[in-house]
Structure formats: structure tokens, C-alpha cells
């Protein structure tokens, strides 16, 4: 199989977005949990600004291997049997709810909505963030799954493949967060590499 580069980098550039926002996303909800001590400057809103440029390059990427693409609002028409019309639905609804959290960190207009029991305060940010990770998880079940349904290639006709562009997209976007919370300051750095090691150990041998 050898696939375009534009498909190269749909893949490559969205795994990364989508593992970048799960990484500065589950680290908000560890400080939440006291599980993690609070940022020493927080950036989440600014990572979830770079996810949202990285997914908005890997859509930009997917109309160069489209043979009309002026009809690719058609692609998402089929969303009952094809897993390419539902990535097509699940990427930008991805991106919107990426961005909106971003524009409430960034924007001055975060607050409370409600606790969880009598500790676990519920911001508008964190029920965007909920929503884009559903989003995102669809997103990699669809992304791997255009791949994992051809029964003609046995390397890919697997449930390891749907694991794979999840712990790559998790190793890749963790990576990125390491190196945004390094020049941030953020103080989350430790958290972020730890989980770089541990996705890079669980990805199945190719």
C-alpha cells in the first residue's frame, strides 16, 4: 500500500491535533482531581489553539488527493455505511468544539456551571472539552477504521489498527504538549513525557 502524501499528512497532522488536545485536556481534569498540582502558567487554551491549526492542516491536506474537490461536501452524504463520511463529520465537529474551548480559556470568559458532588468544579471550558474528546475519539475510530475495514490487506484488516492511530496520535500529541509546556512554562512537563514513554510501549509492532 502506498498512500499519497496528502493522505500521509491528513493522518500524520490530525493524530498529532487530536493527541494534543487529549493531552493538555486529561492534564486539566488530573488538576481537578488533585491528581496533579495546578499549571504554574496555564497554556491549555493556547495547545488547544495549536490542535485546532494542526486539524484545520490535516482538512486542508485531504482536497489534494480528491479528484473533485468541490464536491466534497457530498462525501459526508453517505455517513450510514462509509467511515469516510463520518470522518468527514466527526473532523469538523472536532475542530468546533476544540476552538471553542480555546476561545473560552483564551477570551477572559470562563466559569462555573455547576460541581461535581461538593468538590469538583464544572466549567464551561471543561463541558467543551468533554464534547471535543467524544469528538476526537470518533474521530480516530473513524480515521483507523477506513484502513481496518480492507479485507484485501491482512496488516490492516485488524482491531490493533483502530489501537494504533490512538496510542500514535496519543505519542505524538503528548510529545508536542512536552514541548509546548517546556517553553510555556506550564509545569506539567513531567506528566506529559511520562505519558509519551508509556504510549510508545504500548504501540503494536507494525
Known amino acids: 500500500m502506498k498512500p499519497a502524501i496528502s493522505v500521509i499528512l491528513l493522518t500524520t497532522l490530525i493524530g498529532a491535533g487530536q493527541g494534543l488536545f487529549l493531552a493538555f485536556y486529561s492534564a486539566d481534569w488530573f488538576v481537578l482531581?488533585?491528581?496533579?498540582?495546578?499549571?504554574?502558567?496555564?497554556?491549555?487554551?493556547?495547545?488547544?489553539g495549536v490542535s485546532f491549526m494542526l486539524l484545520a492542516a490535516g482538512?486542508?491536506?485531504?482536497?489534494?488527493?480528491?479528484?473533485?474537490?468541490?464536491?466534497?461536501?457530498?462525501?459526508?452524504?453517505?455517513?450510514?455505511t462509509s467511515w469516510l463520511s463520518r470522518e468527514v463529520i466527526a473532523l469538523p465537529l472536532a475542530m468546533a468544539l476544540i476552538l471553542g474551548y480555546a476561545l473560552v480559556k483564551l477570551g477572559g470568559i470562563?466559569?462555573?456551571m455547576f460541581k461535581l458532588g461538593d468538590a469538583i468544579p464544572i466549567s464551561l471550558?471543561?463541558?467543551?472539552?468533554?464534547?471535543a474528546v467524544l469528538?476526537?475519539?470518533?474521530?480516530?475510530v473513524c480515521t483507523a477504521m477506513i484502513y481496518a475495514c480492507l479485507k484485501f490487506l491482512r496488516q490492516w484488516?485488524?482491531?490493533?489498527?483502530?489501537?494504533?492511530f490512538l496510542l500514535l496520535g496519543c505519542a505524538s500529541g503528548f510529545t508536542l504538549a512536552s514541548a509546548i509546556a517546556a517553553f510555556g512554562d506550564d509545569?506539567?512537563?513531567?506528566?506529559?513525557s511520562g505519558m509519551v514513554t508509556w504510549s510508545n510501549r504500548l504501540i503494536p509492532p507494525s
Open 59 to 80: 482538512l486542508l491536506a485531504s482536497f489534494f488527493h480528491l479528484g473533485h474537490p468541490e464536491r466534497a461536501w457530498r462525501a459526508a452524504a453517505m455517513w450510514r
Open 125 to 131: 471550558a471543561t463541558l467543551f472539552g468533554f464534547g
Open 157 to 164: 484488516h485488524s482491531p490493533l489498527t483502530v489501537l494504533n
Open 187 to 192: 509545569g506539567r512537563l513531567s506528566y506529559f
Open 33 to 48: 482531581l488533585s491528581i496533579l498540582a495546578p499549571a504554574q502558567n496555564d497554556i491549555s487554551g493556547h495547545a488547544a
Open 110 to 112: 470562563e466559569r462555573e
Open 135 to 140: 469528538a476526537v475519539c470518533a474521530l480516530f
